[in-house]
């Protein structure tokens, strides 16, 4: 199988459910649990992809703090390669704090550190050599490195014959398109959500979004729709919606995107269709989504094969521009 790099955001997850309200100020509320994780687009589609079995390496900055300590070993227990992790004593490891409510879906309080410091010329270029897919995961919250510096990164890539893919996280700053517009060219593939992909874009309509993309340069579009599946743009002449596995009552959403991410990059490592990859990445994503943590659900390519065997295949709807 192919190797992924998978380029970006990293934090320690502390994730507390349920989470329905803050309390007042002054005030004590008792919740149901606590945990701590690896979290971060680039940290998560990384450990999900080893646990799918494809050969996975990760470039990211930590700090020199027990929280990179325990992303560090967290990911080499998982099987990633992290040679291309950056210890870094000026800045702290990246931390969230994930607050699931009762329906599983979560919001995050961020303390940006350690990700928003990682540099492109820090990126070891040797590693990335050794790789056929460059997945930069967290754009937006990669504040020295979102932009230019990206998209020289990425251009030079693509040059060497290298895949490049990218998924955003929600921008913090609010500048959404500036941040990442000139990295935008430099991309065979964008997998965004449709609530990132609609601020980006200024669109609503999932054909519009894909348009835009597609002006701004980029090769191929998929912009996720959560429990709706995905919108599946591999050219401008070719889109079609896959519907994903309803059956599951979320017990967390935190990674749900990273891991469709993952299982998508999987699939085309694999050398499957882009259909093929997308039902693959629906599949794992709805693994993800049955644990608490970003990873925690994710089992072996084996086991979400045999997933997909022993239920309906999704119906594809292809659609118009």
């Not at 701590?36 to 996975?56: E, M, Y």
């Not at 490891?93 to 990700?115: D, K, M, Q």
């Not at 997933?307 to 118009?320: A, F, I, T």
Request: charged fraction near 20%.
């Amino acid at each position: 199988m192919k190797k992924i790099c998978c380029i970006g955001s990293v934090t320690t997850d502390i994730i507390l459910s349920p989470v329905d309200a803050l309390p007042a100020p002054g005030m004590l509320q008792k919740i149901g649990s606590a945990s701590t994780h690896v979290g971060g687009c680039a940290s998560n589609a990384a450990i999900d992809l080893a646990r799918l079995g494809a050969p996975a390496l990760l470039c990211c900055k930590v700090g020199k703090d027990n929280f990179g300590d325990f992303v560090l070993r967290t990911c080499e227990e998982a099987g990633v390669d992290t040679r291309g992790v950056i210890r870094d004593g000026s800045v702290s490891t990246t931390i969230s704090a994930v607050c699931v409510n009762s329906e599983g879906e979560r919001s995050f309080l961020y303390c940006p550190g350690s990700t928003s410091a990682l540099r492109a010329g820090e990126i070891p270029r040797g590693l990335l050599e050794e790789c056929d897919f460059i997945f930069v995961g967290g754009a937006m919250l990669l504040t020295a490195f979102d932009g230019a510096p990206c998209g020289e990164l990425l251009r030079d890539m693509r040059e060497r014959g290298k895949f490049t893919a990218m998924d955003t996280a929600c921008d913090f700053d609010g500048v959404w398109l500036p941040k990442i517009r000139e990295a935008l060219p430099g991309l065979d593939l964008f997998m965004p959500s449709y609530d990132e992909a609609a601020r980006l874009s200024g669109e609503t309509k999932l054909s519009k979004i894909a348009d835009f993309f597609f002006d701004c340069g980029v090769g191929q579009v998929i912009v996720k729709i959560g429990s709706d599946g995905a919108y599946f743009a591999p050219s401008r002449e070719e889109r079609f919606l896959l519907p994903t596995y309803r059956e599951v009552r979320p017990v967390d959403t935190t990674g749900a995107g990273d891991s469709f991410c993952a299982g998508f990059l999987c699939g085309l490592a694999l050398g499957w269709s882009f259909e093929e990859a997308g039902r693959l990445a629906n599949a794992v994503g709805t693994h993800c989504i049955q644990a608490v943590g970003a990873s925690a659900g994710i089992p072996s390519l084996e086991a979400v094969l045999a997933y997909m065997k022993h239920h309906p295949k999704l119906e594809r709807k292809d659609v118009s521009k």
